[in-house]
């Protein structure tokens, strides 16, 4: 069985600039330490067959909860998320922002060319009104690898620049 848990320390998107109108350091995740009592709300899970998704009040690295992703066919590599939408306030474009959480992992294993845990972020819409969709997702997948058991373990990504015309953000923790 394998079985991930996410502390989501989003200090998220830490936004770099005072002038900007969302200060450095902004915390833009509600609930991001799981330290709302009795509930993971915002975060939404997106469960596909053969998983178990959840909150742990036994398993945590601080305030009292963790989310977790547990996989009760060691093969499955379906895709299943927790998920936060972000509205507002929303950073300017050209901000810098940081996606961070912490992890652990019991007996991960990989299987298949991007079955791993991990992190990303979605600027929607996926296209700007050019047409373009660079910079509008980043993704801890296939870059930070994720396998066997471990303790806590920090992992970070970093938008450097916010992307034009963006209606909001979602956070992916798979």
Not at 77 to 101: F, V
Not at 124 to 149: K, L
Request: a neutral charge; one cysteine or more.
């Amino acid at each position: 069985m394998r079985r991930t848990l996410f502390i989501i320390f989003l200090s998220l998107l830490g936004c770099n600039q005072l002038d900007d109108q969302v200060p450095a350091g902004t915390q833009l995740l509600r609930n991001s330490d799981i330290s709302s009592p009795n509930s993971q709300q915002p975060w939404v899970s997106v469960t596909s067959p053969g998983f178990q998704l959840g909150m742990s009040r036994d398993e945590f690295r601080s305030a009292s909860a963790s989310l977790f992703i547990e996989s009760r066919d060691s093969t499955n590599i379906d895709p299943t998320t927790w998920r936060q939408t972000i509205n507002s306030p929303l950073p300017r474009e050209g901000q810098k922002l940081t996606l961070r959480a912490y992890l652990k992992g019991e007996e991960i294993k990989r299987f298949a060319p991007g079955s791993n845990v991990f992190i990303s972020l979605r600027a929607f819409p996926v296209e700007d009104s050019n047409g373009n969709t660079a910079g509008r997702y980043i993704t801890s997948q296939e870059r930070i690898i994720v396998d066997s058991t471990f303790t806590w373990r920090p992992i970070e990504l970093v938008l450097n620049k916010m992307p034009p015309e963006v209606d909001y953000l979602v956070v992916y923790l798979a």
